[in-house]
């Protein structure tokens, strides 16, 4: 098992364009999260994905939309980007609530750079 | 609001002293305790989970619920574990449910 992979390893884009980005879950994962985590700080719970559907919400705008496909994969939308949207994208998986195995496996990230 | 404090961003120390990295929280509701780490080039992973009350790598980490702490703590720090570490309360329920809340993480280095 790969654990969670997510492509692109690196992306750059220009004010104003749109980014998708994409990742696959651990096998044996539904439920799968997205942080954004700048430079210099910890990640920031972007939202969280289960049964295709968006369960939880952090503090960003809704310029920043995802989606789940059947088979748990996961994309993070972002539209209208900003300067400040440069950071490193990271998509976690975890089993089944209620399962007493809810820890979050990261991927890799994608780095994202606004110019 | 839940915010996490890691008030050392840098630590050093030398291999065999022991190490403790702070971690203070504030979170509405039972929160269940991580500590992540990121290792040089390699990607965010578990170190320890408070509920599992395992030793991972030597590690190991007492929650103190009065003062709201889940300081980590090794007792000889050795080179590789050199890295950053990142205390990380998890959301058990309500609008937290599912969330890690990251502190801004400690760079821990270990010299020889």
């Known amino acids: 098992d790969a654990g969670v992979t997510q492509s692109p390893t690196h992306l750059i884009k220009t004010r104003g364009q749109q980014v998708t980005l994409r990742c696959s879950p651990k096998?044996?994962?539904?439920?799968v999260s997205w942080y954004q985590q700048a430079l210099g700080q910890g990640p920031q719970f972007i939202f969280q994905?289960?049964?295709?559907?968006?369960?939880q919400r952090g503090n960003f705008p809704d310029r920043f939309s995802g989606h789940q496909f059947p088979n748990y994969s996961s994309e993070l939308n972002v539209n209208a980007l900003l300067l400040g949207d440069s950071a490193l994208y990271l998509c976690?998986?975890?089993?089944?609530?209620?399962?007493?195995?809810?820890?979050?496996?990261f991927g890799p990230g994608t780095r994202l750079l606004v110019l | 609001a839940q915010r996490v404090t890691q008030p050392e961003k840098l630590l050093s120390v030398f291999k065999g002293a022991p190490v403790e990295l702070k971690c203070n929280y504030s979170?509405?509701?039972?929160?269940?305790l991580f500590w992540y780490v990121q290792y040089s080039r390699q990607r965010l992973q578990l170190l320890l989970r408070?509920?599992s009350r395992e030793s991972i790598k030597g590690f190991t980490a007492d929650l103190n619920k009065g003062e709201t702490s889940f300081h980590l703590k090794k007792p000889f720090a050795q080179e590789e574990d050199s890295a950053m570490y990142y205390c990380?309360?998890?959301?058990?329920?309500?609008?937290?449910?599912?969330?890690?809340?990251f502190g801004q993480g400690t760079i821990l280095t270990v010299h020889p």
């Open positions: 994905y289960y049964e295709e559907e968006e369960r």
């Open positions: 096998s044996g994962h539904d439920t």
């Open positions: 408070h509920i």
């Open positions: 979170y509405s509701g039972s929160p269940e």
């Open positions: 976690a998986s975890n089993r089944p609530a209620g399962t007493g195995k809810e820890t979050q496996y």
């Open positions: 990380a309360p998890y959301g058990a329920g309500g609008t937290s449910y599912g969330k890690l809340t």
